[in-house]
Every structure is written in structure tokens, then in C-alpha cells.
């Protein structure tokens, strides 16, 4: 069984930076997708950033310039590293992978990111 777990969220002020990490039980390069979603109270969960397997990236546009998405096939994790975080960047942050063979979507437990004041 698959597992994708994320870690590296928290509590942080306008402007500061965090960086997710979602670790998987098994190699990534089983993935030709991976991606970043966040969910906020009350709002659907959206797309945040995502990468294939050929390291091509594409991003949220209201993150687009802050975010960086990476893949590290060695350690078996992608991670988002997020500057200049804002207020409404605050949500829950989950890790999806689309396994390239079966097709088949996984998804971690989710992590939450808080930015205020």
C-alpha cells in the first residue's frame, strides 16, 4: 500500500517562508505526477503545483513566483518551498501522486499552513 506523507507545516507570519515535504513508501519514479493541493475553511481544494516525472512544473497562478515544487527521486519526496507567504495562502496542504502504470491517485493525510499575525 501506498503512503504519502507531509510534514513541515505550521504557524507563520506574512512575509515568512516554510517548506513541505511529502515523503513516499515507495519510489517516486513510480509517479508520473505529483502535486501539491491545499484546501482553505469553507473553500474547494484547488491545485497548487504540480510535476511530472520529466521535472516539468506548472503552478497556481496567485502562487505562481513564491512556490517552488521539486521532486528528489533519490529521497523519495517532493516538497514546496513557499515564500513571501500570505494570509490567504492559510490551508490544509496535501500531496497527490499518480501512479504512471495503474493510473491510480494517492494522497497524503494533509498538512496545515497558518499565516497571520
Known amino acids: 500500500q501506498v503512503q504519502l506523507v507531509e510534514s513541515g507545516g505550521g504557524l507563520v507570519q506574512p512575509g515568512g517562508s516554510l517548506r513541505l515535504s511529502c515523503a513516499a513508501s515507495?519510489?517516486?519514479?513510480?509517479?508520473?505526477?505529483m502535486a501539491w493541493y491545499r484546501q482553505a475553511p469553507g473553500k474547494q481544494r484547488e491545485l497548487v503545483a504540480g510535476?511530472?516525472?520529466?521535472?516539468?512544473?506548472h503552478y497556481a497562478s496567485s502562487v505562481k513566483g513564491r512556490f517552488t515544487i521539486a521532486r528528489d527521486n533519490t529521497k523519495n519526496t517532493v516538497s514546496l518551498q513557499m515564500n513571501s507567504l500570505k494570509p490567504e495562502d492559510t490551508a490544509v496542504y496535501s500531496c497527490n501522486a499518480l501512479h504512471q502504470m495503474t493510473d491510480k491517485n494517492y494522497w497524503g493525510q494533509g498538512t496545515q499552513v497558518t499565516v497571520s499575525s
Open positions: 515507495t519510489s517516486i519514479i513510480s509517479f508520473s505526477y
Open positions: 510535476i511530472t516525472i520529466g521535472d516539468s512544473t
